[in-house]
């Protein structure tokens, strides 16, 4: 089993490297043994910029939850299952919190994992399992997990980064997912050519505009609440998303008209200061004043939204996480070790736990608000 399953991801490798294009000079931490790819690392980093909050003194988000009322950050009733695959993609855009790439192969999820995850699941009341990565879809388990969350009755999401519909062995998914009423939330980073390809890669707007007109084909983003086709966008550079509602009427109709390409609605996600984002924001000197911004943009009232209070996150190697953002920083349920394993699940320890935060969590509560399914106020 060990070998078949090492045989697969090898040559999902070999596809990868081969799709992702020469012209796309991003490497991952990992590969580039940047001092970022450790997770401490970026944690000092972040502790470490000079910010102040509105009191004058060091932002600290525990401060501002006190402030706002809400301290300690509490769950509230569990409604999402996350599950991320694996670091394995065959994209390293410029703004991936995860780190995911090519070289990501040691990182997917193994089979009793993927068993130990859905035997969890039976314990949970969850209505949706939000299956990610890196490209969720190069692990060899994805589409058993799909079918065994559909037989479930789970709402079941495919985080797709849309060019890997194109390699040859999943271009038939479009329909797979289709006949499963799996929803598709597709990121792009721009609704142009140009700001799409600066932070994934030259050539990726026009790889992702066939993979719409694939996903259309296949009944997306008609309406139809089976084949449900979301966008989720972020900011290029160091602003706040743009506001949700207008920005889904402008993307409508510019890709109606430009492309006559159709999707059913759209998120806005703020970018989170880690991973190759944070690098990006140390690089061009924007750390600071993107950390004031968030800082400065703190709203009480996106907290009840907030996903970690909703939301279990599971790694690949099964750890337990409050949200996608902590496991990338391995900042695990609380207190540490006593959610060790996804396969020690207990969910009546989840449910009573304090949530793990840091400054990293003023990304969630600016503005509009951040979460995996978009704006929270």
């Not at 969850?126 to 058993?144: K, Q, S, Y």
């Not at 849309?162 to 797979?176: A, G, N, S």
Request: aromatic share 6%; hydrophobic share 35%; net charge neutral.
């Amino acid at each position: 089993m060990a070998g078949r399953l090492a045989a697969q991801v090898e040559s999902a490798h070999d596809e990868n490297v081969s799709e992702a294009s020469s012209d796309t000079k991003v490497l991952s931490l990992v590969r580039r043994g940047a001092p970022l790819a450790s997770s401490e690392t970026q944690l000092r980093t972040l502790a470490g910029a000079r910010v102040t909050d509105r009191m004058g003194q060091d932002a600290k988000f525990e401060r501002s939850l006190t402030s706002a009322g809400r301290s300690p950050l509490i769950p509230g009733k569990l409604e999402n299952f996350q599950i991320n695959l694996g670091r394995l993609c065959n994209m390293t855009c410029r703004h991936c919190h995860v780190d995911a790439g090519p070289d990501r192969t040691g990182e997917m999820m193994n089979r009793e994992t993927v068993d130990a995850c859905l035997a969890a699941l039976d314990r949970t009341d969850c209505h949706t399992v939000d299956i990610t990565g890196g490209a969720p879809e190069l692990n060899p388990h994805f589409r058993d997990l799909v079918d065994e969350c559909v037989r479930r009755g789970k709402h079941v999401i495919d985080r797709c980064n849309l060019t890997v519909l194109l390699l040859p062995k999943y271009r038939d998914l479009p329909e797979w997912l289709g006949e499963r009423g799996v929803e598709i939330v597709c990121s792009l980073p721009h609704v142009r050519r140009s700001g799409t390809d600066a932070q994934r890669g030259t050539g990726t707007y026009e790889r992702s505009i066939e993979a719409l007109r694939m996903l259309n084909t296949a009944g997306y983003g008609g309406g139809d609440s089976r084949r449900v086709l979301t966008f989720v966008t972020n900011p290029i550079g160091a602003f706040l998303a743009p506001e949700q509602a207008a920005t889904e009427r402008e993307w409508k109709a510019e890709f109606a008209n430009r492309y006559e390409v159709r999707f059913d609605r759209l998120i806005a996600l703020n970018n989170m200061p880690i991973s190759r984002f944070l690098e990006w924001l140390v690089e061009s000197g924007n750390l600071e004043s993107y950390l004031k911004r968030l800082v400065a943009s703190f709203n009480p009232a996106t907290i009840d939204g907030l996903m970690c209070r909703n939301t279990i996150s599971v790694s690949w190697d099964g750890r337990v996480f409050d949200c996608d953002f902590n496991q990338m920083l391995d900042l695990e349920s609380a207190p540490q070790g006593r959610f060790g394993h996804i396969r020690d699940f207990d969910a009546a320890a989840f449910a009573s736990r304090r949530i793990v935060t840091a400054r990293h969590c003023f990304g969630c509560t600016a503005g509009c608000g951040s979460s995996c399914k978009g704006a929270t106020a």
